[in-house]
């Protein structure tokens, strides 16, 4: 098992930055994928990014990617999502999620191949 817990959201103004942290516990963090989601009200949960076991790898959707960093401290067992120029349509709920490196990259935008899932933290951005 993998206990992942969120932090770093909040309400900003557009054009502001945020960074969001996901604490890890329980199995050895550095064995996995990391990845973040968001979902925004009625709408599917969304991949933003990821970032490899290892951390020489990293996956940025279309929406974030000129304006977000992901990056992983396995000493800390952490992962954090950087995130500049925000826009109203970045509010959603933010989740950090573990995937096992069994594919390399090919399924790190997909959420139903992330075993472990944390709660999520919200992101409001307004205008």
């Known amino acids: 098992q993998v206990q992942l817990v969120e932090s770093g959201g909040g309400l900003v103004h557009a054009g502001g930055s945020l960074r969001l942290s996901c604490a890890a516990s329980?199995?050895?963090?550095?064995?996995?994928?990391m990845g973040w989601f968001r979902q925004a009200p009625g709408k599917e949960r969304e991949f933003v990014a990821a970032i490899t076991w290892s951390g020489d790898g990293t996956v940025y959707a279309d929406s974030v990617k000129d304006r977000s960093t992901i990056s992983r401290d396995n000493a800390k067992n952490t992962v954090s999502l950087e995130m500049n120029s925000l826009k109203p349509e970045d509010t959603a709920v933010y989740y950090c999620?573990?995937?096992?490196?069994?594919?390399?990259?090919?399924?790190?935008?997909?959420?139903?191949?992330?075993?472990?899932w944390g709660q999520g933290t919200q992101v409001t951005v307004s205008s």
């Open positions: 999620a573990a995937q096992a490196p069994l594919y390399g990259l090919r399924y790190v935008r997909t959420p139903s191949r992330y075993g472990y």
């Open positions: 329980g199995r050895t963090f550095s064995g996995f994928h």
